[in-house]
C-alpha cells in the first residue's frame, strides 16, 4: 500500500536524513556526555520546546527558597538572591557527579530553562529561570520539589559507583571472558570509538561554553544562530560513537538465559509453538525454502502487466524463485489496486480476468508459487448512501454502512469500532461481524479454487487483529501467508536507535496473534541495514545476544527479508535502500536465514553488476540449501565490516574493511572448516562456499 492515498503510511519509518537530524538535536547527548566530564556547561533548550501551562509561577523572588535532603549525602537549595537573571538551585553532598542528566531531565521535564549548569564531584550549580525568563516563585517550590524528588529517586543515581549505559558496576550482565577467538581488532574498534565519543563530547562542550558566554554578554542574534547550528551539527556527530560503543558493551556482555518462549526464536530454531491451546506453525512462508519475487512496482498498471508477466516466467523460474507475488486484483478506485471496491470484478488496470488467469496458468507450469496481494481492511463504496456518505457498496458483496467501523464521520458507519489501525482514505471494514468474515472468507476461496491462487500477502494488517486473519487463512488452506505489519522503528531525534528489540518483538507478536500461520515483511531488518550500509555502521546487524539485529534473529521461520517494494522504492521512494548499497543488502538477504524476497526493478537493473550479484547469489543460497530456519554465527560487526557464517556452508562479509574465513581461525574452529572458495563478490561484499 503507497502512502499517496494513506496519510499514516506517509510517517511509517521515516528515513533519518542528516538535514533533520542536524535540525531536531538538542542537548540530548550533553547530559550523555556529562557522565564522563566533571565540568560541563548546558546551553538553554532550543526555544522551539512545547508551550504547555507553567507549573511554577512567573513572579520573581527576592528571598532564598527551601532545600531538599535527598539522603544523608545529598542537598539541593535554591535561592532567589544571587543571580539578578536566575535562580539558583545549588548542589552539595559526597558525589555530585551523576546528578547532570537526571537534574537536567527533571527541570526541563517541568518546562524550566536551564541557562547553566557546573558540577564538580562535591558540589554544583544550575541556573534556572521559567520559560518566559521570570525567576522561580517560592510558592511553588513545594510542587517542584516533590517532581525533583521522584525523578531523582526514579534515576537512581546515588551509589559511588559509575553508571555504564544505566548498568551499575558489578550488577546487570557480566562482560563475557576472552576467548581465543577475540581478535586485536576488536580491542582497537573499542580504543578508537572511545577516543571519537572523547573527542566530540569535548567539541560539543566547547561549543557549549562559547553560547553560554555570547548569552550572558548579550551576544547578537544572528552569531547565536550560527552558533546553535554548530552546536547541533556537534551534537550529531557525537551521537554516532555513543550509539556504536552502546553496541560494542552490548556484545561484550554475556547473554542471560533464556526464561521466555520467544528466546528460542534465534537462527536455526525448528520451532513449534502452542498458540491459542494448540501447537501450529502453519503456512507462513511455505515450505521453508521459498524465494519471494515481488512481481511488479509502483507503475506496472500502466502496461499489459499480466500479459508481460506471463511472457517472463520461465526467466523466474530459471533464476531460482519459488513463488510471485502479483498485485492486488480487483477493480480498485485506484489505478494500482490498493483502494479494492468490486472485489469479485477481477478486470483491473493490470488486464482482464483471462489475462489474470493465463498469466497464473504460465507461472505455474514453471513450478511457481502465485501470491495475490489481500487487501480487506479497507473498501470503497460504488454510491452514495444517507447524507451524501460514500458507503453503498456494489458488485457480488453490496454490503451497506453497517459493515463500516465508527469513528470516522466521513463514511458514517454503523458497525463496531476500529480494532486496529485507522485508514482513512476509504471506509474501514468491520471483521468483527460474523456475516463480513464469511464474505470475505467466500471471496478467497474463489481465488484459491477458481482462479488459481497459491498464497496470500495481507495488506495493511496493522488494521484489524490476526486472530480475524487467522481465521482466514485456517478456511482458505494457502501455501504461504505473509503480512505487511509496517511499524515504526526506534528512533532518537531523527537517529535509528541501536536497540530495535520493542520494535521487531512488535511485528513478532502480531505474528503470535494469528497463531502462527502467517509470517510478517522484516521491517526492522530493512531499517537497520539499509542505515548499517549507508553510514559504514556494520556494528547495528547484530543484537547483544549474538543474533541477527532483526525480527529474523528472534523468529526467522516468520520473517521475510527485502530490501524495497512498491512503497519504499519504485518511482514513490518513501524509504528508499541507498541504490549505490543494493549489492550489498542482497548480499545480505539472500545468505542469511529467514526468507528473501527480491523486488521485481531489482532483477532487470544492470548498475552496479546488480542482476549479476542477484542471479550469483541466488544460485549459491540454492546450492547450498539455505533455508528460512538455517542456523548463523555472527564473527564480526564493527564501523567497517560485518562478517558471518552460516549453517556452516557459506561465509559472508559486507563493508570496506578486510575479513576471510580462511584468515579467521575462530571461522575454522566453528565450522571445521580450514578452505574457503569465493563464489561472489561485489561493491562492498564478498560471499565464500565451504570446500
Not at 547532570?100 to 549548569?117: G, T
Request: include cysteine; charged fraction near 20%.
Amino acid at each position: 500500500m503507497a502512502p499517496a492515498p494513506d496519510p499514516p503510511r506517509a510517517t511509517a519509518c521515516p528515513q533519518p536524513t542528516f538535514t533533520r537530524l542536524v535540525a531536531q538535536r538538542g542537548g540530548t547527548q550533553t547530559r550523555q556526555a556529562g557522565r564522563s566530564a566533571q565540568r560541563m556547561p548546558v546551553a538553554a533548550p532550543h526555544p522551539g520546546r512545547g508551550h504547555r501551562a507553567h507549573l511554577l509561577a512567573r513572579a520573581v523572588e527576592t528571598q532564598p527558597l527551601s532545600s531538599i535532603e535527598i539522603d544523608d549525602s545529598i542537598e539541593i537549595t535554591f535561592d532567589g538572591d544571587k543571580d539578578p537573571a536566575a535562580t539558583l538551585m545549588c548542589v552539595r553532598g559526597d558525589d555530585c557527579s551523576g546528578l547532570l542528566e537526571p537534574l537536567s531531565v527533571s527541570l526541563r521535564n517541568q518546562d524550566l530553562v536551564i541557562l547553566s549548569a557546573t558540577v564538580n564531584p562535591t558540589d554544583g550549580v544550575f541556573r534556572v529561570t521559567n520559560q518566559d525568563g521570570t525567576k522561580i516563585d517560592a510558592r511553588a517550590w513545594e510542587d517542584c520539589r516533590v517532581k525533583i524528588q521522584k525523578d531523582l529517586v526514579a534515576a537512581r543515581i546515588f551509589s559511588t559507583r559509575p553508571l555504564v549505559y544505566g548498568i551499575q558496576l558489578g550488577g546487570g550482565k557480566p562482560i563475557k571472558p576472552i576467548a581465543p577467538g577475540f581478535q586485536m581488532e576488536n580491542v582497537d574498534s573499542l580504543r578508537q570509538t572511545a577516543e571519537e565519543v572523547a573527542q566530540a563530547a569535548l567539541t560539543l562542550a566547547k561549543l557549549e561554553k562559547e553560547i553560554v558566554d555570547m548569552i550572558s554578554n548579550g551576544g547578537d542574534v544572528s552569531e547565536l544562530t550560527i552558533k546553535e547550528a554548530d552546536r547541533a551539527t556537534a551534537a550529531a556527530l557525537l551521537d554516532r560513537p555513543l550509539l556504536q560503543l552502546e553496541a560494542m558493551l552490548a556484545m561484550r556482555r554475556a547473554p542471560e538465559k533464556p526464561t521466555e518462549p520467544e528466546a528460542a526464536r534465534g537462527g536455526g530454531a525448528d520451532l513449534r509453538f502452542q498458540a491459542g491451546g494448540g501447537t501450529s506453525t502453519g503456512p507462513a512462508t511455505g515450505n521453508g525454502y521459498e524465494i519471494i519475487l515481488q512481481g511488479f512496482n509502483w507503475d506496472s498498471h500502466h502496461q499489459d502487466w499480466y500479459k508481460i508477466l506471463a511472457n517472463q516466467a520461465t526467466d523466474f523460474a530459471k533464476l531460482g524463485f519459488t513463488a510471485v507475488w502479483l498485485p492486488p486484483p480487483s477493480d480498485s478506485v485506484s489505478p494500482q489496486g490498493y483502494l479494492p471496491r468490486d472485489l469479485y470484478s477481477l478486470n483491473s488496470s493490470y488486464g482482464s480476468e483471462a489475462d489474470l488467469r493465463h498469466a497464473i496458468s504460465c507461472l505455474h507450469q514453471n513450478g511457481l508459487k502465485v501470491l495475490a496481494d489481500v487487501v480487506i481492511n479497507h473498501r470503497c463504496a460504488s454510491e452514495q448512501g444517507e447524507g451524501g456518505k460514500w458507503n453503498k457498496f456494489g458488485g457480488r458483496l453490496p454490503w451497506d454502512a453497517s459493515a463500516i467501523c465508527t469513528g470516522n464521520p466521513e463514511w458514517g458507519g454503523r458497525g463496531n469500532p476500529k480494532q486496529g489501525d485507522e485508514y482513512a482514505a476509504a471506509p474501514n471494514i468491520d471483521h468483527s461481524n460474523p456475516q463480513i468474515r464469511e464474505d470475505i472468507t467466500k471471496w478467497m476461496t474463489f481465488l484459491r479454487q477458481s482462479i488459481g491462487i497459491d498464497g496470500w500477502r495481507f495488506d495493511f494488517v496493522k488494521g484489524y487483529p490476526g486472530t480475524y486473519l487467522r481465521q482466514y487463512i485456517d478456511n482458505t488452506v494457502p501455501e504461504l501467508a505473509i503480512g505487511e505489519f509496517w511499524d515504526t522503528c526506534e528512533y532518537t531525534d531523527s537517529v535509528l536507535n541501536y536497540n530495535q528489540d520493542q520494535h521487531r518483538q512488535r511485528t513478532v507478536t502480531w505474528c503470535d496473534s494469528t497463531g502462527g500461520t502467517s509470517a510478517a515483511f522484516d521491517f526492522t531488518t530493512k531499517g537497520i541495514l539499509q542505515e548499517a550500509v549507508g553510514r559504514q555502521e556494520y556494528w547495528r546487524l547484530v543484537d547483544p545476544e549474538g543474533r541477527p539485529a532483526g525480527m529474523v534473529g528472534m523468529w526467522p521461520s516468520r520473517a521475510v527479508l527485502f530490501i524495497d517494494n512498491h512503497d519504499t522504492g519504485s518511482s514513490l521512494q518513501h524509504w528508499p535502500f541507498p541504490t549505490n548499497s543494493l549489492p550489498e543488502g542482497y548480499a545480505y538477504i539472500l545468505t542469511h536465514p529467514g526468507t528473501p524476497c527480491v523486488f521485481y526493478d531489482h532483477i532487470w537493473q544492470d548498475a552496479d553488476g546488480l542482476r549479476k550479484c542477484i542471479e550469483d547469489l541466488l544460485r549459491i543460497r540454492k546450492r547450498n540449501e539455505i533455508h528460512c530456519r538455517s542456523s548463523i554465527k555472527i564473527f564480526q560487526a564493527s564501523s567497517d565490516v560485518y562478517s558471518a557464517v552460516i549453517d556452516a556452508r557459506i561465509a559472508m562479509k559486507m563493508g570496506p574493511g578486510n575479513w576471510s574465513p580462511n584468515n579467521d581461525n575462530a571461522v575454522a574452529n566453528s565450522s571445521g572448516q580450514k578452505e574457503w572458495k569465493m563464489a561472489a563478490s561485489g561493491r562492498n561484499f564478498a560471499v565464500w562456499e565451504a570446500q
